[in-house]
């Protein structure tokens, strides 16, 4: 009993060289899930460090799986395409619409959590140079752009607001 038991949880572990790139991909994913999720925690969003992080890694997961097990490419893009379009319910459960104020909130939010998955995806996927360059630019959108914006609408009546449109 313990040597089928054994058996089945050794079974999918790959060799020492497989499972250092797969470790890689999915430490990536967490990284740029992370970079995401400070800056929004540090906004002071619900969806923070962990939430991203672990959009990031899934989407990653999601990616390696079918490619350590052979999927063909013409395959794999339809594992892209339903993970794509699951992050988008999860990005529109983010969104929300207020009734009294009748404004909805949470749309930079959905967008990261979106960009998030795309940068995991690209993790797990083995393009590092395209998720470390897709992190920086979604720091820069979601930190400096915002800096920007309350800047440029300082003088406008009304847009003292810090929600995120």
Do not use: C
Request: overall charge neutral; proline content about 2%; charged content about 20%.
């Amino acid at each position: 009993m313990m040597d089928i038991l054994l058996e089945e949880i050794t079974s999918g572990l790959p060799e020492a060289r497989q499972f250092w790139r797969i470790f890689i991909r999915l430490v990536l994913a967490m990284v740029v899930g992370a970079v995401v999720g400070v800056q929004r925690e540090r906004s002071g969003k619900a969806a923070g460090v962990r939430t991203h992080m672990l959009v990031a890694l899934g989407a990653a997961l999601f990616v390696i799986g079918p490619m350590e097990f052979g999927m063909v490419e013409s395959d794999l893009s339809r594992v892209i395409q339903g993970l794509v379009t699951g992050i988008g319910f999860l990005g529109a459960g983010a969104i929300l619409k207020l009734q009294d104020k009748r404004e909805i909130e949470g749309l930079t939010t959905a967008a990261g959590i979106w960009m998030t998955a795309a940068m995991g995806l690209a993790a797990g996927l083995g393009r590092f140079g395209l998720a470390l360059i897709s992190v920086i630019f979604a720091w820069f959108v979601l930190a400096v752009v915002k800096k920007t914006e309350r800047w440029l609408n300082r003088d406008i009546p009304g847009n003292n607001e810090e929600s995120d449109h």
